[in-house]
């Protein structure tokens, strides 16, 4: 295992970098980072502060600086330091900046901005808690998408992650026996995509919940048989509505979210 020290220097959250940085990590399965984030650099003070880190814990810089004198001086501190120092947004910036033949703004946190995306961003996230689990059923004709599953098919974590987006996303639960909500039996404009999982790792994500609430698990919601046959009744009402059906046994929250987001995309016509 290859340890060493990586240094994360924004001028803003540093969410970007940190996506960046994690993305590049996991294909270096034998390398451990030990991660030093400087998030709101945008003082020399502060940066004076970041460079001392570095010199104590030498290591690859990789930073979102978009003020230019800040950038020099990060960059002749790392090259004294003998450091490689890179800017993981300027290839994009200068291709940007080439194709419409305009210079960039320089103004940092642009993306965090209290702009109209961003109070969408909050109106899907209220929406989203409003409409977990089945709850207003008779409110969902508003919903962007609504997403239909058995118990665990990681349908409430998907719809935050939608909502992030901007996207008004609610879950129903399908329950064997229990009649769903009108709306998704009436022909809506509303996206409705079921999620589906393998019924062996249904059973263990079930028992792993019931231990950690100290419930029993010798019940039908993770009996193996049971499991199978209430998955399978699931993929048939999808079937049935024509819904698009979305197998989550192998996707993480984000893969699962960015299928979803394609067919929102498709059925509003934006691609």
Request: aromatic share 6%; proline share 4%; hydrophobic share 45%.
């Given at each position: 295992?290859?340890?060493f020290?990586?240094?994360?220097?924004?001028?803003?959250?540093?969410?970007?970098?940190?996506?960046?940085?994690?993305?590049a990590?996991?294909?270096?399965?034998?390398?451990?980072?030990?991660?030093?984030?400087?998030?709101?650099?945008?003082a020399?003070r502060q940066?004076?502060?970041?460079?001392?880190?570095?010199?104590?814990?030498?290591?690859?810089?990789?930073f979102?600086?978009?003020?230019?004198?800040?950038?020099?001086?990060?960059?002749?501190?790392?090259?004294?330091?003998?450091?490689?120092?890179?800017?993981?947004?300027?290839?994009?910036?200068?291709?940007?900046?080439?194709?419409?033949?305009?210079?960039?703004?320089?103004?940092?946190?642009?993306?965090?901005?209290?702009?109209?995306d961003?109070?969408?961003?909050?109106?899907?996230?209220?929406?989203?808690?409003?409409?977990?689990?089945?709850?207003?059923?008779?409110d969902?004709?508003?919903?962007?998408?609504?997403?239909?599953?058995?118990?665990?098919?990681?349908?409430?974590?998907?719809?935050?992650?939608?909502?992030?987006?901007?996207?008004?996303?609610?879950?129903?639960?399908?329950?064997?026996?229990?009649?769903?909500?009108?709306?998704?039996?009436?022909?809506a404009?509303?996206?409705?995509?079921?999620?589906?999982?393998?019924?062996?790792?249904?059973?263990?994500?079930?028992?792993?919940?019931?231990?950690?609430?100290?419930?029993?698990?010798?019940?039908?919601y993770?009996?193996?048989?049971?499991?199978?046959?209430?998955?399978?009744?699931?993929?048939?009402?999808?079937?049935?509505?024509?819904?698009?059906?979305?197998?989550?046994?192998?996707?993480?929250?984000e893969?699962?979210?960015?299928?979803?987001?394609?067919?929102h995309?498709?059925?509003?016509?934006?691609?």
């Amino acid at each position: 295992m290859t340890k060493f020290h990586l240094h994360l220097v924004s001028d803003a959250t540093g969410e970007t970098l940190d996506s960046i940085a994690k993305a590049a990590l996991v294909q270096f399965a034998e390398a451990e980072a030990a991660v030093h984030m400087w998030s709101l650099v945008r003082a020399q003070r502060q940066l004076e502060q970041v460079l001392l880190a570095v010199d104590d814990y030498p290591g690859l810089v990789l930073f979102t600086l978009v003020d230019a004198d800040l950038r020099r001086e990060l960059e002749d501190g790392c090259r004294r330091l003998q450091v490689p120092c890179i800017g993981v947004l300027d290839p994009v910036m200068m291709a940007l900046s080439s194709y419409l033949g305009a210079e960039s703004q320089n103004l940092p946190g642009m993306q965090h901005a209290l702009d109209a995306d961003y109070f969408d961003r909050i109106d899907a996230m209220n929406y989203c808690m409003a409409h977990d689990d089945g709850q207003l059923p008779n409110d969902l004709s508003t919903a962007d998408v609504i997403l239909v599953g058995v118990s665990r098919t990681s349908k409430t974590p998907t719809c935050i992650y939608l909502a992030n987006r901007g996207i008004k996303a609610a879950n129903i639960p399908y329950v064997p026996n229990v009649q769903l909500p009108e709306v998704l039996q009436q022909d809506a404009d509303t996206l409705i995509v079921g999620l589906t999982t393998s019924p062996d790792r249904l059973v263990q994500i079930r028992r792993s919940r019931l231990l950690s609430l100290k419930q029993d698990i010798e019940t039908e919601y993770v009996d193996l048989e049971f499991v199978k046959d209430e998955v399978a009744t699931a993929r048939r009402l999808f079937t049935r509505n024509n819904w698009p059906v979305i197998d989550v046994s192998r996707r993480s929250i984000e893969e699962t979210a960015a299928a979803i987001m394609t067919l929102h995309q498709r059925r509003i016509g934006a691609v």
